[in-house]
């Protein structure tokens, strides 16, 4: 009672937790897929967000970078075009050089120059431009020689020493490219020229430039207008770099203690993309030594080439520490929600409870053979107290039904033993006439065959005897020196005889002696493998024999020859191409009975051990494509059919390695006063 009850007390419990998990399971399962789903929407939507507004600062940035270029431009231009540069072409050198002195300084430029016109093609495009008339601005990378012929210093203030950069972090993909320890001596240039014509004048060129290198006036000024907007940029800690190559020359970045990370290089990924292939890059990058949304341009020179990029980016922690404060909270709101869910149902499903607690014990006690249980009476009205009188109706007709079943069930145990008994014997009689049906109809085939293969056999074997016959007599005494050879034919006709002969032994016994009577088995053992040399030539085997004196058996020599041949024939097959056979007769006692046991060892694979026990099974064959599975069984049917017996065994080496498979066959030794003689017919050789 106390095991039926605990049994009960777990299945209410687990009635219990299934209705929990299945009212929870939408609040549990569901709805944090939903919040994964749209969180992570949210979160690539946020990405989006970032990347929309480093494309939107990227792009000021370069706008307003061609914007200083048009302006240098212009100024130049119109430099070029005022009446004091006309008046001041006239004067000497050095009066000239004073003015484009002044020029400079007023335009805010690094240098400033009058170039006549060249008798060549000059090598910048810019310049090249300018001689044809219109004016022009671009980005241009200068050697060390090429600024100070331009400006005395300013290959100085160009020179930039690689730094070594110590991240805060790593990672091999977007990381920071190694630093390259070759002082960087080149500058970038912000190149600009216009047409120099007056009239009674020859043309010339006025060429100005602005040095980016370490021009931190240009990159400040970049960065406020980039970010001007507290809104957008208050929190994002914009900053702005301008490359020369990998390398950056001008920018707001902070390596450390305050200090700008001028001469750090970019990582290998933006390299690759946006110098190597030319695109723009927008999406996270470890710029020096933490992560920014970051956006990369190309800046190309006036020959057309990729010299460098502007990049602008802001940092990425203040955004991912309102991402995480965002899961936090949705978080923390919806396992509020779960613990206060749970008791409130629990609460609200007590009512449900309490009428399956008592179903369930119920159930336990008709489980327990009392089907008198029922469910008490319920108050309520609802669908779990309609149940529990359905329960209790279901109850009453499974008990009249168990009481009629029972008294059906003593009848039919009746009837049933009566039939059984009836088909036991008719079983018995059945098994006894397939045994004769088969063993029949397989003598019959064989015997219809044999005595046609042996018909066609002895026409030409006495057609070979008569010509034999003819020749002595035609040679008369000259026979003689054929004697040999006449002799071995007559021995080989002889011997065809004596074959075909024990063929039809074996295949019709009636014929040729009696069924049961008293037999030698030698004589048996040596004709049957007459009968099945050419199987034991065929495959190579290796035939011993042991062949010792034994008490006559009473037996069918046409069955104990096909018992035989059976197990010889199995031997050789189971051995394939080649393989050793030892049979051995020798007499034995069983149960106190002597008798003669007669044993066929092969050198095959063996049985395998599972299947020992089914080889005398009716149909049972290991031979996929041939064989019916009867052979065996058969021979046992016979054998038992004799009073003997039939068992198999594996045998094994010193190793224990499976060497090959032993059937014997006992039969029992023939009474010396019993009926029948003992049957020697058939020839022997």
Avoid at 33 to 57: P, Q
Avoid at 633 to 660: K, P
């Amino acid at each position: 009672m106390t095991g039926l009850r605990d049994r009960a007390r777990r299945m209410l419990h687990s009635v219990r937790l299934r209705l929990l998990v299945l009212a929870l399971v939408p609040l549990i399962i569901l709805m944090p897929l939903l919040l994964t789903i749209g969180m992570a929407r949210w979160t690539a939507d946020y990405d989006d967000l970032l990347i929309a507004n480093v494309e939107s600062d990227l792009r000021i940035a370069q706008q307003y970078l061609n914007r200083l270029m048009e302006g240098a431009g212009a100024d130049v231009a119109a430099e070029a075009r005022s009446a004091d540069l006309l008046q001041t072409l006239g004067e000497d050198a050095r009066t000239r050089d004073a003015y484009l002195a002044r020029a400079r300084q007023r335009l805010g430029l690094d240098f400033l120059y009058y170039l006549p016109a060249p008798p060549t093609p000059p090598a910048w495009p810019v310049i090249a431009r300018a001689l044809t008339g219109t004016a022009d601005a671009r980005i241009d990378l200068f050697d060390a020689a090429q600024l100070d012929a331009r400006a005395p210093g300013l290959a100085a203030r160009a020179r930039i020493a690689p730094v070594k950069n110590e991240p805060v972090k790593s990672d091999p993909a977007t990381g920071d490219a190694p630093d390259a320890a070759a002082l960087e001596t080149r500058g970038m240039v912000l190149h600009a020229a216009a047409p120099v014509r007056f009239a009674n004048r020859p043309p010339g060129v006025l060429v100005g430039g602005v040095l980016l290198n370490r021009n931190l006036t240009f990159i400040d000024t970049l960065n406020e207008l980039v970010f001007l907007n507290p809104v957008t940029g208050g929190d994002r800690k914009g900053t702005v770099t301008v490359f020369m190559d990998d390398l950056r020359i001008s920018t707001n970045v902070s390596l450390f203690e305050g200090r700008r990370a001028i001469g750090t290089r970019v990582s290998e990924a933006v390299r690759d993309r946006v110098l190597g292939q030319g695109r723009i890059w927008l999406d996270r990058a470890y710029v020096v030594n933490d992560w920014y949304m970051s956006g990369y341009v190309p800046l190309r020179d006036s020959f057309g080439a990729r010299v460098g990029m502007l990049y602008v980016g802001f940092l990425e922690a203040p955004f991912d520490a309102a991402k995480r404060a965002a899961y936090l909270w949705m978080l923390a709101a919806f396992s509020a929600v779960l613990a206060l869910s749970a008791p409130v149902f629990l609460l609200l499903a007590r009512g449900v409870f309490a009428p399956l607690e008592a179903m369930t014990q119920v159930m336990a006690r008709v489980r327990g053979g009392d089907l008198a249980a029922r469910i008490g009476p319920s108050a309520k009205r609802d669908e779990v107290a309609q149940v529990g009188a359905h329960l209790n109706e279901l109850l009453e007709q499974v008990q009249d039904r168990d009481r009629r079943l029972r008294a059906w069930a003593d009848e039919l145990n009746a009837r049933v033993d009566q039939r059984t008994a009836e088909l036991r014997e008719a079983n018995d009689k059945l098994e006894q006439a397939f045994h004769q049906l088969v063993m029949r109809e397989k003598l019959a085939s064989i015997g219809e065959i044999t005595a046609g293969v042996a018909h066609e056999i002895n026409n030409p074997v006495a057609v070979i005897q008569g010509n034999v016959d003819v020749i002595r007599e035609v040679l008369g005494p000259q026979a003689e020196d054929l004697g040999t050879e006449l002799d071995l034919i007559d021995d080989q006709v002889r011997r065809i005889d004596t074959i075909v002969g024990k063929l039809l032994r074996f295949a019709r016994p009636g014929d040729y002696g009696t069924f049961f009577g008293q037999v030698a088995l030698g004589p048996v053992l040596r004709d049957c493998l007459v009968l099945v040399e050419h199987v034991i030539t065929g495959a190579d085997v290796t035939v011993t024999t042991d062949i010792a004196d034994t008490p006559p058996v009473r037996v069918d020599p046409g069955e104990v020859q096909q018992v035989v041949v059976n197990l010889i024939v199995n031997a050789v097959q189971a051995m394939g191409a080649r393989g050793r056979l030892d049979l051995s007769l020798a007499p034995m006692t069983q149960a106190g009975q002597p008798g003669a046991a007669l044993r066929v060892r092969d050198s095959g694979p063996g049985i395998p051990e599972d299947k020992l026990t089914s080889v005398f099974d009716p149909f049972f064959t290991t031979k996929q494509v041939e064989g019916t599975g009867l052979g065996l069984s058969i021979s046992q049917s016979l054998v038992q059919r004799a009073g003997g017996l039939i068992s198999v065994r594996n045998l094994s080496g010193a190793d224990g390695a499976v060497t090959g498979a032993e059937f014997t066959v006992w039969l029992p030794a023939a009474n010396p006063g019993g009926d029948g003689d003992m049957d020697r017919s058939g020839p022997t050789d």
